[in-house]
């Protein structure tokens, strides 16, 4: 599967964004969706997965009630919706496909690259 994820850019604490996933390659529905994300000098950290088939979620404590993953199979796209937007929620975000279903980034099969997500104070 390859992955793109696209969607960052600078915004206002406060605000929201909508990060999108787009793969290609093998069959997306196959794949369990992760958002990641990596802040400069930190590792790369777990927000969000969503199940193959979209009965499942799972979010980091950070971001609980604030953002929402979501997919849609027949677009073969992973969405990322961020409300609420704080300064901590900066970094790199990665999206990323997994055969299982696991918050961990060293058990992800397919990595895209990034988008930044700069939120300003």
């Known amino acids: 599967v390859q992955l793109q994820a696209s969607g960052g850019r600078l915004v206002q604490a406060g605000g929201s964004l909508r990060l999108s996933c787009a793969a290609s390659?093998?069959?997306?529905?196959?794949?369990?969706i992760g958002w990641f994300r990596q802040a400069p000098g930190k590792e790369r950290e777990f927000v969000a997965t969503?199940?193959?088939?979209?009965?499942?979620?799972s979010y980091a404590d950070s971001v609980k009630g604030r953002f929402t993953i979501s997919r849609d199979n027949a677009k073969n796209t992973g969405y990322l919706q961020m409300n609420s937007l704080k300064p901590g929620d900066t970094g790199v975000y990665y999206c990323?496909?997994?055969?299982?279903?696991?918050?961990?980034?060293?058990?992800?099969?397919?990595w895209g690259k990034g988008t930044q997500v700069t939120v300003s104070s």
């Open positions: 390659g093998r069959t997306f529905s196959n794949y369990a």
């Open positions: 990323a496909a997994d055969f299982g279903y696991s918050e961990y980034p060293s058990s992800m099969d397919y």
């Open positions: 969503i199940r193959w088939d979209g009965e499942s979620t």
